[in-house]
């Protein structure tokens, strides 16, 4: 009986030696699959923030390279059109062809085989230009009249029209407002403060969706329209038709095409030339709605390393030969953007 008491008693101590062996063995695969999972993690973000890293390097370079040409462009002089060396998109390239032919540094040579490059420069007085809706607080009746005729064009409501420089009216009334209104606190007390529901005034495309513009509408806008901190003139030379048509009054949409087409073959140089090319001669040419010349540039720049895409937008002003920055904006495309 004795005996028999024993045994099961060692049988129990073995079950027990043996659960706990497996649970020993457990314990050591899950603090051994943390530690690596942690060190992966730790690897996985070095990584990302040494790419995030050279990217800004690279994109700042490629800026560096856009300001350059348009600073060199403008030492020559003239009108600004579309067979210039800025007008010349980069297409995709690997990042090792702008390398130095001596791949001394086999390591880096190796490294960017997985990097490609990408950008272009946009003339933004190509298109219609949002702050020129208003003039001194009120609306500009020449530039309303672009506008309508271009959201005719494109079959949008011109309700949205209404309703965004009727917002726009409201913003940039709130921005003037908004000066005394910061040193209200320190006002006395029977002094007026200002406070209001209006939208911020818009500082890029994207956030026209303020002022009323449906997302459907911002889409069907965006290769014609554009928001600069200025009023400026459209440039004749790099407007596309649609712009060209809505810009000048009297001009039918054959127009329009006449005057782009005959610009293929000879950029505009005056005000003048558009007027004999255009061949309407009830069209009017104002200095202060069109131009030859450009101010106001965006660069583009996109950069691919591995799976990971960077997108960069920069906004640029050229006086004279001074490029200056104005705002620069980098982050991940959205699903099926390109970079027109």
């Not at 062996?21 to 923030?49: N, S």
């Not at 040579?109 to 809706?133: H, P, T, Y």
């Not at 809505?246 to 949409?253: G, K, S, V, W």
């Not at 030339?273 to 009830?282: E, F, L, S």
Request: with cysteine.
């Amino acid at each position: 009986m004795r005996r028999k008491v024993r045994t099961a008693a060692s049988h129990r101590q073995a079950g027990a030696a043996i659960l706990t062996a497996m649970l020993t063995v457990v314990l050591v695969t899950t603090l051994a699959a943390t530690a690596l999972w942690q060190q992966w993690r730790g690897i996985e973000i070095e990584a990302a923030q040494r790419t995030r890293v050279q990217s800004a390097w690279v994109l700042t370079g490629a800026l560096d390279w856009a300001r350059l040409i348009l600073r060199e462009d403008a030492r020559k002089g003239g009108a600004d059109h579309l067979a210039e060396p800025w007008a010349v998109p980069l297409e995709e390239a690997r990042l090792s062809t702008f390398l130095a032919t001596d791949r001394s540094d086999a390591l880096a040579a190796e490294a960017s085989q997985e990097a490609f490059l990408s950008g272009r420069i946009i003339d933004l007085q190509s298109r219609l230009n949002v702050s020129n809706l208003l003039l001194d607080g009120k609306v500009h009746a020449p530039s309303l009249l672009a506008f309508r005729r271009l959201f005719e064009l494109l079959g949008l409501s011109d309700r949205e029209l209404a309703a965004l420089v009727s917002n726009l009216k409201l913003a940039q009334g709130d921005a003037v407002a908004r000066g005394p209104a910061i040193a209200a606190s320190a006002a006395p007390a029977n002094e007026p403060v200002f406070a209001t529901n209006a939208p911020l005034l818009p500082q890029d495309l994207a956030q026209l969706t303020w002022l009323g513009l449906s997302p459907r509408s911002l889409a069907l806008l965006q290769p014609f329209v554009t928001v600069l901190p200025v009023r400026t003139p459209v440039n004749l030379n790099t407007a596309p038709v649609e712009v060209v048509y809505a810009c000048i009054e009297a001009f039918e949409l054959a127009d329009a095409h006449r005057l782009v087409t005959a610009r293929t073959v000879t950029h505009l140089t005056t005000l003048d030339d558009a007027a004999k090319v255009g061949g309407n001669p009830a069209a009017l040419f104002d200095a202060a709605q069109h131009s030859v010349g450009t101010r106001f540039f965006e660069i583009l720049g996109r950069l691919q390393v591995a799976q990971d895409v960077v997108v960069e937008r920069t906004l640029v002003q050229r006086e004279g030969l001074e490029v200056r920055v104005l705002w620069r904006r980098r982050g991940n495309p959205p699903v099926g953007a390109n970079l027109q």
